[in-house]
């Protein structure tokens, strides 16, 4: 299933982050009650569960690749190493899924870090872009300012980001209307994927995540 979503703009988009970081907790409510609107193409599900929505096990997600950080600086799988990795795949144009997940993201590596600072020190949040032409280095350092101040938001050539995108098993396509190639929406699988210190896979929760749910996985993947 595929995500179907609005357009908006992105200074709009932009301008209401910091609502919904401010006001998260009780979106996340609503949207847990709305989620069944939302038609998300999964992630491939390996067969054991953390719960109703993440799951765990082994399966060939991760692997190479070679892209471009927010301050343009070359950035490879290698930086992952020694990291808890919570790695979401995404754009910053996106009107609503994108942001609220980032946002969920956030929260509960905060959350975490209250609890477990030393710990919480060892999680990397990715942010990779399924957008390259639009989300250029200068445009993700822009937008991952709205986000955890680790967060890593990372681009490149489109041919890199499709390499990093098959890593992953991501879905994405663009969704051009009226000829516009300009202000199109992207759809994607919305996926957050936990990587262990040595880039193997873990877990991935998908759909309507909540800070709650970033807790758990992090309290969990942790050694």
């Known amino acids: 299933m595929v995500i179907l979503l609005r357009k908006s703009t992105v200074s709009d988009k932009l301008s209401n982050i910091s609502k919904k970081m401010i006001g998260f907790l009780a979106f996340a409510t ?4 709305i989620s069944a609107v939302y038609l998300v193409k999964p ?47 995404g754009y910053t144009f996106c009107p609503d899924v994108c942001p609220t ?4 993201i956030s929260e509960g590596l905060n959350q975490f870090e209250a609890k477990y600072a030393e710990r919480g ?6 942010f990779i872009t399924v957008d390259p032409e639009r989300d250029t280095p200068s445009v993700m350092a822009t ?6 101040p680790r967060l890593l938001a990372l681009s490149g050539a489109p041919v890199d980001v499709a390499k990093a995108m098959r890593a992953y098993k991501v879905y994405a396509e663009k969704r051009i209307e ?29 759909g309507a995540v909540t800070p709650a749910q970033v807790v758990a996985a992090l309290a969990k993947a942790m050694p």
């Open 30 to 33: 609503f949207a847990a009650a």
């Open 101 to 104: 997940t980032l946002a969920a």
């Open 121 to 126: 020190k060892r999680v990397e949040p990715v």
């Open 143 to 148: 937008y991952a300012k709205n986000f955890h």
């Open 178 to 206: 009226g000829g516009d190639t300009k202000n199109y929406l992207v759809d994607h699988a919305s996926t957050v994927y936990i990587m262990d210190m040595k880039g193997h896979y873990l877990a991935n929760i998908s």
């Open 43 to 89: 992630a491939p599900q390996p067969a054991a569960s953390l719960g109703p929505s993440a799951s765990s096990g082994a399966a060939a997600i991760g692997g190479q690749f070679s892209l471009i950080d927010q301050y343009g600086r070359p950035v490879t799988e290698a930086r992952l190493l020694g990291h808890i990795s919570l790695i979401y795949f």
